[in-house]
């Protein structure tokens, strides 16, 4: 069985952010340009929150008209799950699939509001494929 490294190996190193006062619609469109379902949501640098395509779509079918005029902040799943860059990737894996996280922030064990990474469903499937290209050898 190969060794699982860090989470840093498999991040997205310095991903795009959005701020928490952007127009939902503005962030919707960002992250189709992006082809991004997660974006960590800063104020300031700091990371206060993650949203992502589901959450979205949960505030346009609840807020009703009032959607037009929401912020990221409204609509955001604040404190985000985060780890440090030197986290394990199965313990994140484990994690993420225990409490049905769709992402992971990575952040600086120092700083924990500056976002180093994210890593998201998609990379750990990204991993697992590499999995198997190595078993085969």
Avoid: W
């Avoid at 989470?7 to 340009?33: N, S, V």
């Avoid at 589901?54 to 985060?82: C, H, Q, W």
């Amino acid at each position: 069985m190969p060794t699982l490294k860090h989470i840093k190996h498999y991040m997205t190193a310095t991903p795009e952010t959005i701020e928490h006062d952007l127009p939902l619609k503005d962030a919707l469109q960002r992250m189709a340009e992006l082809r991004a379902h997660h974006l960590p949501v800063v104020n300031a640098h700091d990371l206060v929150g993650i949203l992502s395509t589901r959450d979205i779509s949960l505030a346009e079918s609840l807020a009703g008209k009032r959607y037009a005029n929401m912020t990221v902040a409204e609509a955001m799943t604040p404190d985000p799950f985060t780890c440090g860059p030197e986290a394990h990737l199965d313990a994140v894996a484990r994690e993420m699939y225990d409490h049905r996280y769709g992402s992971v922030v990575i952040v600086d064990r120092d700083h924990p509001r500056d976002v180093l990474g994210i890593f998201t469903v998609t990379d750990a499937l990204r991993v697992l494929a590499t999995l198997g290209d190595e078993s085969a050898d």
